[in-house]
Every structure is written in structure tokens, then in C-alpha cells.
């Protein structure tokens, strides 16, 4: 049932590697060959694209087709696909580009070096109503926190536990430093245009924050929301069970703007609001599940895990008159057993290995990609 449901769509980052969860560069060679990929400014990793679906039980085989097409195109070289969203044994301070003369690649490597040689997934929900979609980027930025909490998967960096469930969002420049809540479409195409003129954004795309808006010719035309903070969610399963969440949420939002946009229904100013939304962000990035995080409607401390149940129990009857509580099912299993991160964290204290849990997961990876083809009817 996809009636009343938004387009839905994922920018997926992905490592390669070999078996043993070594970093192995080939992004231009795979874009090459295979014409739905795209580099990435290094050749470690690389991304492809999905189209814009409505209904859910379309997207698990529009999320794995793509995967297993390049599993089999990396399979004669002896390497594979890699889970996490960071360079869990790779050589982390080393910049390696997948295109030696593109200038703004030049600038990525000299400015923010191997801080952006991450893995992750956007996802993008479509709002064409511009009242309803900055309504959306200012709720998803105060709550983003809790999506990041929920798909942690980068424990590692370079051989070692870092202490951070989220090393990517930890390490990531966020650019421009400081991003306020956009009170309208005027508020954000003035604050973009004075950002290019100053320099902190070297163009439309140059803006690295949690949620932005998104849409073809930005900062003009725009026609959805891109969910940035998600860390690799490999799994298909957990992937659509947060977009779910997500995508309910914001129809709550268009349905009771006075109760959920922050701008109407919170005791903080705008000021507080961005700081706030920033400071849980850096809370999940360390901590995800298990983080103390500031609540945007008054301050008021609660765990992220708290506050994800409280959401879930409040999305509960539209998850239901939409077809949507089994989608939602994965995220109490989350909530209970914790977020990649937290599970491989615990296997390590127990003595297994990055290079096994990496192993573990790119063979768990493989396995969903031939349960939906299976599933789907479709052989690759």
C-alpha cells in the first residue's frame, strides 16, 4: 500500500575491499564499466543512486540490485563489498584519488584530507511543498541526532576502536560551521548565495550539515528532504525500517505543524535550537543509543533511546492506517539489542577481531542481496 506515501530515495556509499577487511581503491574503474556508479574523491570507496519509489516493497530490490552487480564485477579481482563508514583497516591518514586532475577533488584532499573518505547512505524524501519542507529540514535537524543513534556502524578507524559509535559523523568537517534553522525558502537561498560569495561554500552542494533541502537546480528549485547524518546501514531491513520512521514523522509534521515544528512549539530561540541540534549530534556520534541528548521542544535531558521509543509509541496508529507497523518492527530489535556499532564494539571486547567482524558482515551483506533476489525473482 503506497497511497499517501512519499518518493523515496538513497545515495548509497560503499568500501571495497578484500575478504579480510583491507581498503582496496577501483571507483573508476567500476564507474567505467558499470554505469549507474560514481566516484567518490577517493577510489576507496564509491556511490550509486536509486530512483525515486513510492512504495516500500519496491525498494529492497531498487537498494541490492546495484550491490550485487558490483559484487560480481569485483568478484574475479578477489574483492568485495565492505560494511562500516570507515576505513576500519585501511590506511586512515593516506589520501588516495580516484581522479588525480580534478581540481575540486584537489580542494577536498588539502582542506579536510581523509576526514571524508567515509561510507554512508542519504536519504531523500520527496516534499515539493516549500512551507511543509522547511517545516521538515528544521524538525529533522533537531531530531537527527536520533537517526544517527540508530544506524551507528563505525566503531573503527584504522585497526583500532575509537570510543565513538559514529567515528564518521565525529571526524566529518561539518561545512559551513555554523548552520541556523531556515526559516523559509528566501531565509536559505540568501543565506547559500552570501555562503558562496564568502567563500565558506565553494558551491550549492558544498553544504555538509545533518539535513538539508535538496532538489534539482538548488538553491532555487527544490523538491525534497536529504537525510545526511545516517551512517552504512547494510542491512535492508533496518534501512527502510528508519525510513519509515522518518517519513512518518514528517507526514505527523504536516499534519500538526503547530506541535512539531520547532520554530512554533519550542521555549529555545533559533540560536539555541542549531546549537542544540549540533550538541546531540556530537552526543549520538559518541555514544548513539546510549547518549544523553536535549530534548528541542524545552532542554530537558532524556537518552536517545528513550526519546526513539516515545517517537515510535506516538507514530504507532498512522504506521498502521498507512500498512507500515511491520516496516517499523527492526527498530525495536535495534532499540533492544543496539545499532551495528554497539554490536560489534561488544564482539570486539570479547576478543574478535575487526578484520572477523568484517568478514562476518560483508558475507551477511551478500546474503541479503540473494535473499531479495531470490524473493524478487531476479538473478543479478
Known sequence: ????????????????????????????????????????????????????????????????????????????????????????????????????????????ETTYGTKVVTASIHINLGITDLNWLFAAVRLVRCEAALLLSLSASSPFLGGELTGHHSQRWHQFPLTPKQVPLFRDHSHYTQWVEQRLADGQMRNERHLWTSVRPNGPRRPYELNRLELRICDLITDPAELLAITAWLELRLLELRDHPQRLDPLLSSQLSEKELAELADSNDAAAAHTSLEATLHHWQDGRPLLSRTWIAEILEQLAPRADALGLSDRLRPLDKLLESGNQAMRWTAANSQGCSIGDLLRQGSCAMKDQEESVAHLSGTLG
Open 1 to 108: 500500500m503506497s497511497e499517501g506515501l512519499l518518493l523515496k530515495g538513497f545515495e548509497v556509499e560503499l568500501f571495497t575491499g578484500r575478504p579480510d577487511g583491507t581498503n582496496v581503491g577501483v571507483a573508476s574503474e567500476v564507474a567505467r564499466d558499470l554505469s549507474d556508479f560514481v566516484t567518490e574523491p577517493d577510489h576507496r570507496n564509491l556511490e550509486y543512486i536509486t530512483p525515486p519509489i513510492r512504495a516500500y516493497e519496491d525498494l529492497p530490490e531498487a537498494l541490492l540490485r546495484p550491490r550485487r552487480r558490483l559484487r560480481q564485477w569485483l568478484s574475479p579481482l578477489g574483492l568485495t563489498l565492505l560494511p562500516g563508514s570507515t576505513l576500519s583497516l585501511g590506511n586512515s591518514s593516506r589520501f588516495e584519488r580516484s581522479d588525480p586532475t580534478n581540481p575540486y577533488h584537489d580542494l577536498i
